[in-house]
């Protein structure tokens, strides 16, 4: 089983930027499927980001297209999370999870497919 630790969150402005990292450890990450999810106050835990094990296919949510980016450095068991022009919506718990996977493009969305969790690191953009 693979560990992760979330960093980076923050209290920022809408329209500035935050960069998540989330770091693996037990295990080298090069094996696993990881993605991002956010759960806001009230809501349920939604889809952020993903990103296949070769780090060649990248989805992201509708609402984060295009302002959020989600990219991984195998060297250093790590997946970032740069987010650009953040707005209030975005203030969440970002969480990072981990799916072991044989296939090197699969990057699922679906948060139950992914049975590693880290704590969580809090995001809140003020307007």
């Known amino acids: 089983q693979v560990q992760l630790v979330e960093s980076g969150g923050g209290l920022v402005q809408a329209g500035a930027s935050l960069t998540l990292s989330c770091a693996a450890s037990?295990?080298?990450?090069?094996?696993?499927?990881l993605g991002w999810f956010r759960q806001a106050p009230g809501k349920e835990r939604e889809f952020v980001a993903a990103?296949?094990?070769?780090?060649?296919?990248?989805y992201y949510a509708d609402s984060v297209k295009g302002r959020f980016t989600i990219s991984r450095d195998n060297a250093k068991n790590t997946v970032y999370l740069q987010m650009n022009s953040l707005k209030p919506d975005d203030t969440a718990v970002y969480s990072c999870?981990?799916?072991?996977?044989?296939?090197?493009?699969?990057?699922?969305?679906?948060?139950?497919?992914?049975?590693?969790w880290g704590q969580g690191t809090q995001v809140t953009v003020s307007s």
């Open positions: 037990g295990r080298t990450s090069s094996t696993y499927v």
């Open positions: 999870a981990a799916k072991d996977s044989i296939s090197l493009v699969y990057a699922p969305r679906d948060q139950s497919e992914y049975p590693s």
């Open positions: 990103i296949s094990r070769n780090g060649t296919n990248t």
